[in-house]
């Protein structure tokens, strides 16, 4: 919807703009279900930023209930079908948008599509969640499938339904954007909160009653009962009808497109969001990062040069912030698997401070982590977990990051500092002079 929107701006009359989602709803926050769901904000309305209404009043032809199911792109033609009729429909195009999004993975384990089974991608697909708890009786019982932030924050929002809820993940620690010296931090939050972590745990299947509903999930570390069951094992892009016209994919799964959203070999064929790989300027590869963040900015740019201006898409540092209770979690460029696996040699600094001074009462801890690279002393990646305020600080080493500023750069930024905010030496400051520190031993070395 942003491509479209920033089209039709920009053309008017001169361009005729179809749009076909095979969903309800259109501008929608996939981000807010998890709250949604928790009952600590209103949905599906609330979670719409604009509705099909205020789009069509702009001039779009938005047919919603409608699925693409081919390209023809020698023809510049789209099959669709509308999902209500159940008839099929075509559309011809001068210039075609690819913005399919991500599926929820789901393991080809014995059980998976029973009913209670939920990935959470869409608006819909909230209401499914909230609809099948709605049927639960007190005292049920919920398991998340991933500890990845959106398994984290689907559990949490369990929790606020009042269910008693079991989060399983393979991997050490939950989060794995962070190292897991930071997840464990995560770890023991998730544990505050009542939920029962069970790492190091593979998903070997899931258990169905005679009504074919979900009744328990078996793991390597033994069978847990389930009235409903939530996967948090990540997205992959929608590429289905990308593939068979014969886009070209990268190796991350992603439509591969140039920093203007256009797709090589393919005049007037465009993709953006979640179904295309970016550029990560850090390790100067090619990934799936699938957030929104990057969506609206990618519409833009595709909506922009689609309807005749120009702009790039620059690439990507991958910071992203979450939060479980009252923890919250940043994260920018590389973590020390990503820095091994990019081949860089690297320093790590690590330090505790407070998100405010420290004889303030709000004053709670917060964790950095840095990773610099040695020799040339560039800032590689940061990792922020904390309380109330601290998330947003990893915003600093983001742009740092972005700017490939070194951490001995970074020590004398002019950050702000009042008492209610940080201590006088923010914790931003601290970390990198103590990544600094190492990189150049105080007294040479
Ligand atoms: C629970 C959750 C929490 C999230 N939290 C955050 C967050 O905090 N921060 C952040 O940056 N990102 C977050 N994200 C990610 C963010 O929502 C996505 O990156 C963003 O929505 C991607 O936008 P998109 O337009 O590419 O895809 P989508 O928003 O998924 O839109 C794709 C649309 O295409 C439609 N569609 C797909 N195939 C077809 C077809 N064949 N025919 C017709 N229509 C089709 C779908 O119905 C869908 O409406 C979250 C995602 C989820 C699910």
């Known amino acids: 919807m942003s491509a479209a929107a920033q089209a039709k701006r920009l053309r008017g009359d001169d361009l005729e703009v179809v749009v076909l989602d095979r969903g309800r709803h259109t501008s929608y926050s996939a981000c807010g279900i998890p ?45 669709a079908r509308d999902l209500d009729a159940g008839t099929d429909l075509r559309f011809g195009y001068d210039h075609l948008l690819h ?22 991608q869409v608006l819909d697909d909230g209401q499914a969640v909230i609809d099948h708890l709605a049927g639960l009786p007190d005292g049920a019982r919920g398991v998340v499938v991933g500890a990845g932030y959106i398994g984290v924050e689907m559990a949490e929002a369990l929790v ?28 023991r939050e998730m544990e505050c909160l009542g939920i029962d972590v069970r790492t190091g745990t593979g998903l070997l299947g899931v258990e169905t009653g005679a009504d074919g509903a979900v009744r328990a999930v078996v793991t390597e570390d033994g069978t847990l009962p389930a009235d409903v069951v939530v996967l948090g094992l990540g997205v992959r892009p929608a590429t289905g009808l990308a593939r068979e016209a014969g886009l070209p994919l990268g190796d991350a799964g992603g439509v591969r497109t140039d920093l203007r959203m256009a797709v090589p070999g393919h005049e007037g064929v465009w993709a953006a969001g979640d179904c ?14 699938p957030l929104g963040t990057h969506a609206n900015k990618q519409g833009r740019v595709a909506g922009t040069n689609l309807g005749g201006g120009y702009a790039t898409f620059p690439g990507v540092v991958r910071t992203a912030i979450s939060k479980v209770c009252g923890l919250e979690i940043g994260r920018t460029g590389l973590t020390e698997r990503d820095a091994r696996a990019a081949g860089f040699r690297y320093v790590v600094g690590r330090i505790e401070s407070t998100t405010t001074a420290g004889y303030m009462p709000a004053a709670r801890s917060l964790h950095v982590k840095v990773l610099a690279e040695v020799g040339s002393g560039r800032l590689l990646g940061a990792q ?4 109330e305020g601290s ?9 740092a990051l972005w ?14 500092y009042a008492p209610p905010f940080s201590p006088v030496w923010d914790a931003v400051l601290i970390a990198a002079r103590k990544t600094a520190d190492l990189l150049q031993p105080p007294g040479g070395g």
Do not use: C
Not at 384 to 387: E, H, N, T
């Open 403 to 416: 700017n490939r500023m070194t951490v001995d750069e970074m020590t004398g930024m002019d950050l702000s």
């Open 276 to 289: 295309v790989e970016v550029f990560d300027r850090v390790s100067q590869s090619w990934l799936h990062v």
């Open 35 to 79: 709250y949604w769901v928790g009952g600590e904000v209103d949905g599906p309305d609330a979670l719409v930023a604009r509705s099909p209404e205020e789009h069509r009043r702009r001039g779009l032809d938005l047919r919603l209930r409608t699925e693409a199911v081919g390209l023809d792109l020698a023809a510049g033609v789209v099959h």
């Open 384 to 387: 922020v977990v904390g309380f």
């Open 99 to 120: 913005a399919t999004g991500a599926v929820p993975v789901r393991p080809p384990v014995p059980g998976i599509d029973a009913a209670g089974v939920f990935g959470v």
């Open 391 to 399: 998330a947003k600080r990893i915003d600093v080493f983001a742009t």
């Open 160 to 187: 606020r339904h009042g269910l008693r809820v079991t989060v399983v993940d393979k991997a050490p620690e939950p989060m794995t954007t962070l190292d897991p010296d930071m997840g464990a931090m995560v770890h």
